[in-house]
């Protein structure tokens, strides 16, 4: 199997479970931003653990692929309340799939025979020329899709990068392609410092068009669906209907 198509897969695999993590995370009783933030990390901490604990242990490196991929689902759930996402399952599964794009795109540059001699040049050059285009998209659209996209794109990067790391077999690519994962620590941090900043005052990520993927925008979209629903309730009870 090629290393491009186990890439692939794993790639696939691992947003795709994310997605579906975050969606079904939603069915919860806990609208804690926090509290799933933090279970992400502890997730990914754990993960860290085994990874070296059981490093000597076959399917270890499984098993700690999908420990992050939900750790990242975990997050993006997190992301989801502070900013007000409900996607419905279709989206959530689109959105997971859409990563693997940028791999494929890679992929197809490396037959340009400059490129497949200056692997290092290419990556650079591919990874500004992405961050430069999100930019561009997430300044000028309002999506729910192009935040969880951003985040998922980090992960995608590494990935990519995982993919040009000299690998002879099948067990040093799969060791290249956890150690890759841990970038779920980057996206842990820029989504904490933006969830640290929204919550310390009166900031919109829809400011001046800037917007992270605000489906509905501005900061109305903060409040989860149960958050609205307990101040209707509390409204009608100090109605005095008599």
Not at 60 to 88: E, H, Q, T
Not at 110 to 124: A, E
Not at 209 to 224: A, I, N, P, V
């Amino acid at each position: 199997m090629k290393k491009i198509t186990l890439v692939s897969i794993i790639s696939i695999l691992f947003f795709l479970l994310s997605s579906i993590s975050a969606y079904l995370f939603r069915f919860g009783e806990c609208d804690n931003k926090w509290a799933f933030f933090g279970i992400g990390i502890f997730l990914m901490l754990i993960s860290i653990l085994l990874a070296v604990t059981f490093k000597k242990f076959n399917g270890i490196i499984k098993v700690c692929l999908i420990m992050n991929s939900i750790s990242l689902g975990l997050l993006i759930r997190a992301w989801y309340i502070f900013c007000g996402y409900d996607n419905p399952l279709w989206m959530m599964l689109l959105i997971g799939l859409s990563p693997v794009i940028l791999l494929l795109i890679f992929y197809l540059l490396t037959y340009i025979p400059f490129f497949d001699h200056h692997p290092v040049l290419l990556t650079i050059l591919f990874i500004i020329f992405i961050l430069i285009i999100y930019i561009v998209i997430a300044a000028t659209t309002k999506t729910t899709y192009v935040s969880t996209f951003g985040f998922y794109m980090i992960v995608q990067f590494t990935f990519i990068i995982g993919l040009c790391i000299e690998s002879g077999t099948y067990s040093e690519l799969m060791k290249n392609m956890l150690y890759c994962s841990y970038s779920i620590l980057i996206v842990a941090i820029i989504m904490g410092l933006l969830m640290l900043i929204g919550d310390g005052g009166d900031f919109d990520l829809g400011l001046d068009g800037l917007d992270f993927g605000g489906g509905s925008g501005g900061s109305e979209t903060r409040k989860t669906r149960r958050e609205l629903e307990r101040e209707v309730i509390n409204d009608l009870k100090d109605v005095d209907i008599f």
